[in-house]
């Protein structure tokens, strides 16, 4: 059976984006005849608000993308993720990390196309006496072989990526004890028996890491499609500071019907923008027509042409 899922972060009130990612993953699963598991993303505690959650869940709920499993909040999960860290260090692939903020952001720090940092590796070699020098504060990092991953995206096609040149050791535990959000997303996914994780393409780099997790720990991945970025005006990624795309506002001025409807045109389910409920997308939902390319969603615009009606 297909099992998708829809892992919101309670950080703020949910925009169009949050909400194409979970239709998408919603009509994927649903298409197939199968469930969707809702996990909440919890695990930054000093962002996330239970004021939040409550009204996620009652975005999806007016929407009509309900679930059919309702996961553990990530929160709740940390005897899983201490297991796998055990497991993980018993295969001797764990160190301590000591570096600062200011020495990972040093400017001869290596970055990633996209800008991320790649870690230079700078305490895989301490020795026992080196780290006792060193504050008790720390996180833990993973070591990465020198190996390519490749997969083939549902969406965008065939993917590689180098761990070692083009992402670097990881984190993996956090210095506050948390674990990081790598290691969360598998081990949660593995747990809640997910076959297909629909997801924004920005993170699409991280999708081999993440497999090769999966591998390390002798656990089933899940097939990956990666949706296009909605962009705001300016070519930003929509965020919570949108508050003309978020549900907060859309809710006080459309149906539901019209935001579902908004994002199946403008990613390719339907050939126009008409008012259409999610239930009604099912029979014809297809990734074949799903769009690739990012997409721009122009508050303005949409607040004048539709926000109080045709």
């Known amino acids: 059976m297909v099992r998708g899922r829809f892992a919101p972060s309670p950080s703020g009130r949910m925009h169009l984006g949050n909400v194409f990612s979970a239709m ?15 996990r909440v993303e919890d695990l930054d505690p000093a962002r996330s608000r239970r004021e939040h959650v409550e009204a996620i869940l009652d975005d999806l709920r007016w929407l009509g993308l309900d679930w059919d499993i309702r996961a553990e909040d990530q929160s709740r999960r940390g005897a899983a993720y ?16 000591y570096c600062s903020r200011d020495q990972l952001h040093a400017a001869s720090a290596p970055h990633a196309s996209d ?11 301490l020795t026992a006496a080196q780290r006792a020098l060193k504050p008790p504060t720390r996180c833990l990092r993973i070591r990465v072989p020198d190996e390519t991953i490749a997969f083939a995206d549902g969406l965008q096609g065939p993917q590689a ?9 990881f984190i993996v ?11 969360a997303v598998v081990v949660d996914d ?28 002798g656990l089933t991945p899940p097939a990956f499609y990666h ?12 965020s919570k500071r949108d508050r003309a795309l978020d549900l907060g506002e859309l809710r006080g001025h459309w149906p539901p019907e019209r935001v579902t409807g908004l994002l199946a045109w403008r990613c390719g389910l339907i050939d126009r923008w008409e ?20 997409i721009v969603m122009d508050g303005d615009t949409l607040a004048r042409d539709r926000l109080h009606g045709d």
């Open 161 to 169: 990526l180098a761990l070692q040149r083009e992402w670097g050791d």
């Open 275 to 294: 008012d259409v409920p999610p239930r009604e997308l099912v029979a014809g939902f297809d990734w074949r027509k799903v769009r690739r390319e990012d």
């Open 115 to 125: 800008g991320r940092i790649i870690y230079a590796g700078t305490c895989r070699s």
């Open 82 to 97: 201490a297991e796998a860290l055990e497991r993980l260090d018993g295969m001797g692939l764990l160190y301590p990390c």
């Open 190 to 217: 593995a747990a809640c028996g997910v076959t297909e994780v629909v997801r924004g393409r920005d993170l699409l780099s991280s999708t081999p890491v993440q497999l090769w997790l999966y591998r390390v720990l």
């Open 24 to 38: 998408l993953a919603w009509l994927s699963a649903k298409s197939g005849g199968g469930e969707i598991v809702l």
């Open 173 to 183: 535990r956090r210095a506050d004890g948390v674990a990081a959000y790598q290691l």
């Open 227 to 238: 949706v296009p970025m909605l962009l705001s005006a300016d070519g930003r990624r929509l």
